[in-house]
């Protein structure tokens, strides 16, 4: 493949993960959105050129979603650590199954989420909730297996 190929694929694929960014994210307001295309236009500057190596391209890529995560999202920031649930949807245990509600609307009973059982999500968030109460610390981590 000649290097205006590989050139064309990797613009290509940039503008691929760019694109479904904007497209999936649940930016917050317009701000967010413009500051998302500023770093994104800003970055793309270091585009590895088709003479290097596909490792290369991936390494930039790996660095863009790296550092999307601390200026963006503020994800390795404490207190300001930002987790993304879908809106007005909550969690009910009801007689051992979990059941997903959506502004109060019934919408079925959760198999798996993100390839895990919502049981072992539930454990999982529960052994680190604090509480006083079983049921509290129940309630709180039924608050973060969307999460």
């Known amino acids: 493949m000649g290097k205006d190929a590989v050139n064309i694929k990797r613009q290509r694929a940039w503008q691929a993960v760019v694109s479904s960014i904007r497209r999936t ?25 088709s003479d290097r190596t596909d490792a290369e391209f991936f390494l930039f890529l790996e660095n863009f979603f790296a550092r999307f995560g601390d200026s963006h999202t503020k994800l390795n920031k404490y207190p300001t650590k930002a987790f993304y649930k879908p809106a007005g949807c909550e969690v009910k245990l009801i007689g051992g199954r ?19 059982s919502p049981k072992a999500l539930l454990s999982y968030r529960y052994t680190r909730t604090a509480g006083t109460t079983r049921r509290f610390r129940l309630y709180q981590a039924l608050k973060l297996v969307l999460v």
């Open 25 to 49: 994210y649940p930016f917050k307001n317009k701000g967010e959105f413009a500051a998302f295309n500023a770093f994104a236009v800003d970055f793309k500057r270091h585009l590895p050129a």
């Open 98 to 116: 979990f059941h997903l509600m959506r502004y109060g609307t019934y919408m079925g009973e959760l198999i798996l989420v993100d390839g895990r």
